[in-house]
């Protein structure tokens, strides 16, 4: 029995002395892959080739390994709007950059982030240097940014995706039936364009929720079609038929109509961009990418130590309570962030990007209440990203300025509770019947396993109606607006950025470098630097953590494919607590 024990023990030494060994290993493997930060030089005549096949966040992260494809062990790290938007202006001044090339074959990300990098190459173009789009497919969102450059190519073999916008909702109500799943839906009184609940009530859109889809939509695409037809010398009309008739079907009525200037493969295309560039036709040209000139130094950054600083506060995700993560606003996180920037007495102002559907009530109070501390005490300026809507537009609302794009998705001003009754499922198609005790008579609210009772489906309905009226007021105050008058606008409904500055819920169009200029101009500042926060984690401390999420993330997406979206949305939605200011549904434009 000693050598029994004696042998055991040793045993389970060895596997931890063996599971530690691993780990080290394993760690040591991961420190490998990191690539190291050196900086980067520029070669003479070069050109910045921006490609834009990856997701774009607001903000580039830090760790190496977000996003990598642990399949074949292949770094695939986004890249960020805030580092886009600082290498086009950075080239702008860089004498060893004599052009642009946009790579527009793939492209994955909203219309209001296209519009910030539009403006940006907009800006830049201001130089004598060039910008040349190629793509050998061009969708609708790619061509929109292409339009902006000097040449807009196209493979002969090729064609552009040009016929106006639409957007597909997916309903859950029959399914629902068909399980024995009872939705319990409260809104807020009135709130008849609050439609986040709609797929689990209806089968189809309501008239209400077609209506501002119509709306909105339609204002993001008269913004794209007059954008187009500014850059390509095209009347509003003739884009309008082209999109109404087919006209541009194929690569050659695409030039004969203007949109393309030539067709040409991309070995035509390097050989006009060598002459750009002064060089022979055996010479190689000199691309460098974005994440690469991330790292190149900057000839326009301003010497020595800037004390004064603007911090951008970056609110991107599902508004959530607690810390969050990387993809969620936290009500904890942010709201330390917010309360660091405004007891830090260097940084002068503040701008919160916010890029949100919404989510929980509660958790956007929370972070309303930093912002209006915040700006009593230094200007606060809210830059939208694509999505500003429901609780996004909650925490952005006490801002002193509001900035948006034409095409950012916002307002959706409203509340709703969602619970879900799961009795008929269990009784009739699993068999399971389920026994409670209770100390009080509705000591069991909430739970899934019985009905509602009409008394506490009332006490529901008061607490949402009293958020509501909560969101309205403070609305009014941020916006100088009657609560009447925001409810007329409000009700759950989304608007378009274009329709919000009408509705007076945005004050200026423009990005984030809009918003951090007039943030620099209302502290009176004309010398400063940028801090970002909240501070980013060091890429060890999330590898561990993320590691078997993200490989969980990429099997279901491999088997779901473009469905992922869904996915993601019922998980998000059953997993709601609270009363929610959200995004009425799950949207894509295509």
């Known amino acids: 029995m000693k050598d029994f024990f004696k042998f055991m023990f040793s045993s389970i030494i060895g596997t931890i002395i063996a599971i530690v060994l691993i780990l080290f290993i394993f760690i040591g493997s991961i420190a490998a892959l990191i690539p190291k930060e050196e ?42 709007l805030n580092d886009i938007l600082k290498n086009i202006e950075k080239a702008k001044y860089d004498s060893k950059i004599k052009g642009i090339f946009l790579d527009l074959s793939t492209i994955h990300t909203g219309f209001a982030t296209l519009e910030e990098i539009r403006d940006a190459l907009n800006d830049f173009k201001e130089t004598d240097k060039f910008i040349i789009a190629y793509s050998d497919f061009y969708s609708q969102s790619a061509y929109y940014l292409a339009s902006i450059a000097d040449e807009v190519y196209l493979n002969p073999m090729g064609n552009i995706d040009y016929k106006g916008l639409r957007t597909e909702l997916m309903f859950f109500k029959n399914a629902l039936d068909d399980l024995g799943i009872e939705p319990v839906i409260i809104r807020g009184t009135g709130n008849k364009f609050k439609s986040a609940v709609e797929p689990f009530m209806y089968d189809k859109m309501s008239e209400a929720n077609r209506l501002q889809t119509k709306t909105f939509l339609g ?71 974005l994440k690469k000139y991330t790292k190149a130094p900057d000839p326009n950054r301003q010497k020595g130590l800037i004390k004064e600083k603007i911090a951008v506060v970056y609110a991107s995700g599902d508004i959530v309570m607690g810390k969050g993560n990387k993809n969620e606003i936290g009500s904890e996180s942010i709201s330390k962030a917010i309360r660091k920037a405004r007891l830090d007495d260097k940084i002068k102002a503040i701008v919160l990007r916010v890029n949100s559907p919404g989510g929980s009530a509660l958790a956007s109070e929370i972070i309303l209440r930093e912002v209006d501390l915040a700006r009593k005490v230094k200007p606060v300026i809210a ?13 952005s609302c ?12 916002t307002g959706s001003i409203g509340v709703f509770g969602l619970l879900f009754n799961i009795e008929k499922l269990l009784n009739n198609k699993l068999g399971i019947n389920v026994d409670r005790v209770t100390t009080n008579s509705h000591s069991d609210l909430g739970t899934t396993t019985r009905k509602m ?3 506490e489906k009332l006490v529901i309905q008061k607490n949402v109606d009293e958020i509501y009226g909560k969101f309205l007021s403070h609305v009014s105050q941020g916006r100088s607006l009657s609560i009447e008058d925001v409810d007329k606008i409000g009700q759950g409904r989304v608007w378009s950025g274009a329709n919000a500055i009408e509705k007076g819920l945005v004050d200026v169009f423009g990005g984030l470098n809009k918003a951090i200029d007039i943030a620099a101009d209302k502290a009176g500042i004309d010398k400063y630097r940028i801090v970002e926060l909240p501070a980013q984690k060091d890429p060890f401390d999330e590898i561990i953590s993320e590691f078997t999420g993200d490989v969980k993330a990429d099997i279901i997406k491999s088997e779901v494919g473009n469905n992922y979206k869904y996915y993601e949305y019922l998980q998000q939605t059953l997993s709601n607590s609270g009363y929610q200011a959200r995004m009425p549904f799950v949207m894509e434009i295509y």
């Not at 910045?48 to 997701?55: A, R």
């Open 453 to 455: 009772t009409a008394d």
């Open 383 to 395: 830059s939208m990203g694509d999505l500003a809507a429901s609780g996004g537009y909650y925490i």
């Open 219 to 289: 204002s993001i695409w008269d913004h794209i079609v007059k954008g187009i037809s500014e850059e390509r010398q095209i009347s509003v009309e003739d884009l309008q038929n082209m999109a109404d008739n087919m006209t541009v079907w194929n690569g050659k009525l695409a030039v004969e109509n203007g949109l393309i200037d030539k067709l040409k493969y991309i070995d035509e295309v390097y050989s006009e961009m060598k002459e750009d560039c002064g060089m022979s036709e055996n010479d190689k040209l000199n691309f460098i990418s």
């Open 39 to 80: 900086a980067v030089s520029v070669k003479d005549n070069s050109i910045l080739k921006i490609s834009l096949n990856e997701d774009i966040l607001d903000r580039s992260p830090n760790n190496p390994f977000d996003n990598f494809n642990f399949q074949n062990f292949e770094p695939n790290t986004p890249i960020g």
């Open 398 to 409: 006490l801002a002193d300025t509001i900035v948006a794009s034409e095409s950012t998705i």
